[in-house]
């Protein structure tokens, strides 16, 4: 069994790095911690970064889990080759580009690039966000699934995801306390299926939903109200078409050994319980 102990970065490739980090500060709110020619790196929390983007394919999109030390992703290594998985080793000099002291890369069943790293680096003065979006972390994504069902299956029975609520096909799945880390959505491909930050409090997430609509950023979805989580949320669409999240109040699972995850149908309504209509965030919805 992997265990994840918590969500660490995100890299997306990015044709324009410039157009990228207006966006990620003026509009997202991030803090810019280093720029090189060929990479952008942001952070939302107390880690160096949890946002990289890079100069490439927007195609390219990794998510990365740490692990708690050395046997553990050398263990995560072997069992994941001995599924079938095509595993390489990070390089120093990779290592040192993701501000971690070691990992390793695979692809999860759909295609998805997953990095397992270990030792992320934190830096000691606080995040400061470009402006104030209250952002308080980076806190979950949605990951494309061509097959929610199969997938739910790795990540529950390879790695230590454990399912909070489904909607549907879609699992919601902690990896800690915090309601859900990583949600499956069914997509024709893999992707990143949108990235979360949490901002302190209900009324910081309709403050940023007129920043956004004063910048003429694309809403996708909200505001609203998650019946899964409890979370308040807006979702919004930022530099190649990567939809982003605020959200604030989410649920944990204080009683492991009690919870049973709800079943939630598909349908608009289970997204969101003050009617807002997922405009094309996930198929058929
Ligand atoms: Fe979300």
Redesign the pocket.
């Given at each position: 069994m992997i265990r994840l102990d918590d969500i660490t970065y995100i890299r997306l490739g990015t044709p324009d790095l410039a157009l990228a980090e207006d966006f990620a500060t003026r509009v997202l709110g991030l803090e810019v911690t280093e720029r090189t020619a060929k990479s952008l790196y942001l952070r939302s929390d107390a880690r160096a970064h949890t946002l990289c983007y890079v100069a490439g394919d927007p195609a390219d999109q990794t998510a990365a889990f740490e692990v708690a030390d050395a046997a553990e992703l050398e263990a995560a290594a072997a069992s994941l080759e001995a599924l079938g998985h095509r595993v390489s080793a990070g390089t120093a000099g990779g290592a040192a580009e993701r501000k971690v002291k070691d990992f390793i890369a695979f692809d999860d069943p759909s295609g998805n690039r997953i990095e397992l790293v270990l030792k992320p680096e934190y830096r000691g003065p606080r995040y400061v966000g470009a402006r104030d979006a209250a952002i308080t972390g980076f806190?979950?994504?949605?990951l494309n699934s061509t097959d929610p069902v199969r997938d739910e299956i790795f990540w529950t029975r390879v790695c230590n995801a454990r399912v909070s609520d489904r909607i549907g096909d879609i699992p919601l799945m902690r990896i800690n306390a915090i309601h859900?880390t990583l949600?499956l959505v069914r997509a024709a491909g893999p992707g990143i299926q949108?990235i979360?930050h949490q901002v302190a409090e209900r009324g910081d997430v309709l403050r940023n939903y007129h920043l956004l609509r004063r910048n003429n950023v694309p809403i996708v979805f909200g505001p609203g109200r998650?019946p899964t989580?409890g979370?308040n949320?807006i979702?919004f669409r930022g530099p190649d078409g990567m939809v982003f999240?605020y959200?604030c109040g989410v649920d944990e699972i204080k009683d492991e050994a009690s919870h049973r995850p709800r079943s939630f149908s598909f349908e608009p309504a289970s997204l969101c319980m003050w009617g807002a209509r997922p405009g094309g965030l996930i198929k058929g919805a």
């Open positions: 806190n979950h994504i949605g859900h949600a949108h979360n998650h989580s979370a949320f979702y999240e959200s």
